[in-house]
């Protein structure tokens, strides 16, 4: 049973950086694809990064520039680093992870609220 364990959200204001952390019950080398989704209220669950095996990455045009998504094979985590954070980004954000099976899982969520 794989679990995804996301911490690192908060209340923070406008301007400001958050780290979340993803850590994974075993080995993320398993997984081809990473990932961070985010869901506002009233909205749908969207992609903010995505990282490769091979640390290819792939962000939202929202948030280019200003979030960084990394893994780190040997303590099973993977991160995604905010800064410039804006009141746009509040939502809850949900690590993923997917096998080559294209099999995925998902976190519970970490809140993560900006105020202007």
């Known amino acids: 049973q794989v679990q995804l364990v996301e911490s690192g959200g908060g209340l923070v204001q406008a301007g400001e950086s958050l780290r979340l952390s993803c850590a994974a019950s075993?080995?993320?080398?398993?997984?081809?694809?990473m990932g961070w989704y985010r869901q506002a209220p009233g909205k749908e669950r969207e992609m903010v990064a995505l990282?490769?095996?091979?640390?290819?990455?792939n962000y939202d045009h929202s948030v280019k520039g200003r979030f960084t998504i990394s893994r780190d094979n040997a303590q099973n985590t993977v991160y995604l680093q905010m800064n410039s954070l804006k009141p746009d980004d509040t939502a809850i954000y949900y690590c993923?992870?997917?096998?080559?099976?294209?099999?995925?899982?998902w976190g519970q969520g970490t809140q993560v609220t900006v105020s202007s």
């Open positions: 993923y992870a997917q096998r080559e099976s294209n099999r995925g899982y």
């Open positions: 075993g080995s993320i080398s398993s997984f081809n694809v």
């Open positions: 990282i490769t095996g091979g640390e290819a990455t």
